[in-house]
């Protein structure tokens, strides 16, 4: 399957075809540009989801042939991801439905070992999820980042050096869902094993666009705990993943409990499953598993490779359009693009993040995101504002929180649409169309 046919990869999709109303009821042609929020599903994902509740039933001691169906589909889902991630030693690793990377996340923040000395290291990189629940668990500190916002990697062994023996963990984003920047977690793999920690990767962002393989090219490389989301990968909501050593959840006692995960339970006895049935507690959602599976046959079928050529292509031609516009204020490093996924932000002089997302939307069908994108100490690191600063439109009504207009690309996205987005662009800087 060839990414340079667009209409045969956008008739993948559900809704791309669907028109919109605009500010004046007129039907136009939508553009979606919010994709680091949220893809559209794949058609075949659906069809497969409605195929399969045909023969839909509860997933484990079931001894009816749809029970036998659904359970060995459900066990053949796991042992597609170990490969689709090139999971080497697949004793060692376990595969754990959630219901998004927020759900993961927060699920490794309260099962794994809690030592009152023990230390967690993250980044002023991170979405929330992966920063708030570490926060809830225990003490955090933080690797900061440089003028452009990429990680100060000296900072991150400076850290794992002078707290060896408390950090057991250290959990980074793969890419950032504000800059794009991809970290290089294979060679931050080396660095937390050195000082005998483990490495938990958010690849909510990455996953959808860059081959992720967990064992990487060395043992010192592999990556110990991977977390995604299927909305963001071209399938329906309510289905995160887990990928992570199996040893780190044998101990520790799960964060829910009920059925499902228990082997026996007496009046006031209870003995738990093996690891990962005692961390998937209640009914999975089976249908959304195998929507999951459906779309990552899909993207492997078009190609990891097509899919970042193709993407770096939008990006940089975008990039380079916002240049030319007068009044644009960029974030990142816009010279240096190459570790950079399709992902871009940026303000307009003198005009409220919220006003130009919303006229982009009412007047030409245009999709993006604005504000600070569940990251706030990272975009307010890149616009350079104060803790002070930030927060004063909590207590002044005539103040309002800061923000940007973040622009996210798909496999399905066009150079047309982005020469569109950029014309409105500039016809709001240059005053003809109305602020």
């Known amino acids: 399957m060839k990414i340079e046919n667009k209409e045969d990869i956008r008739d993948l999709f559900v809704g791309l075809d669907e028109k919109v109303c605009d500010c004046n009821g007129n039907c136009i042609d939508a553009i979606n540009f919010d994709n680091a929020a949220t893809t559209p599903p794949i058609k075949s994902s659906i069809e497969y989801i409605k195929q399969l509740s045909n023969t839909y039933a509860s997933i484990g001691r079931g001894t009816g042939q749809n029970a036998e169906i659904t359970t060995n589909l459900y066990r053949e889902s796991k042992d597609f991801l170990m490969n689709f991630f090139n999971v080497k ?31 967690i290291l993250t980044s002023r990189m991170e979405h929330h999820s992966n920063d708030l629940p570490w926060r809830k668990r225990g003490e955090v500190d933080y690797i900061e980042v440089d003028e452009h916002g990429r990680l100060k990697i000296d900072e991150l062994e400076e850290k794992l050096k002078r707290n060896n023996g408390r950090i057991k963990y250290v959990s980074i984003t793969g890419a950032s869902n504000v800059t794009g920047y991809k970290n290089e977690i294979h060679s931050i793999a080396k660095l937390v094993h050195k000082y005998n920690a483990k490495l938990i990767v958010d690849g909510a962002q990455l996953v959808p666009h860059t081959r992720v393989n967990i064992s990487g090219e060395t043992d010192d490389e592999q990556i110990d705990f991977l977390v995604f989301s299927s909305h963001k990968i071209y399938s329906p909501f309510g289905v995160g993943v887990i990928i992570g050593l199996k040893e780190d959840f044998i101990n520790p006692d799960p964060d829910y409990i009920g059925g499902g995960t228990v082997e026996l339970v007496l009046d006031n006895e209870i003995a738990l499953l093996p690891p990962p049935e005692r961390n998937e507690a209640g009914t999975p959602n089976f249908l959304g598993v195998m929507g999951l599976i459906n779309s990552l046959r899909i993207v492997n079928s078009i190609g990891y490779d097509n899919i970042e050529q193709h993407e770096r292509i939008l990006l940089k031609h975008t990039i380079e359009g916002l240049n030319e516009i007068p009044k644009i204020i960029n974030y990142g490093d816009t010279e240096d693009i190459s570790d950079r996924l399709g992902i871009t932000t940026f303000n307009l002089e003198d005009m409220y993040h919220h006003d130009l997302a919303n006229i982009l939307a009412k007047r030409k069908g245009i999709s993006v995101r604005h504000g600070w994108f569940c990251a706030h100490p990272y975009c307010r690191r890149l616009m350079n504002v104060s803790e002070n600063e930030a927060k004063e439109f909590l207590q002044n009504p005539a103040k309002k929180m800061f923000g940007m207009v973040r622009v996210s690309f798909a496999l399905y996205n066009t150079i047309d649409e982005v020469d569109i987005f950029l014309n409105v662009i500039e016809d709001i800087s240059l005053g003809k169309i109305q602020r």
């Open 89 to 119: 030693d697949k004793e060692k690793y376990i595969v754990i439905y959630v219901s998004n990377t927020t759900e993961g996340i927060n699920k490794l923040a309260n099962t794994l070992s809690k030592s009152p000395n023990e230390l």
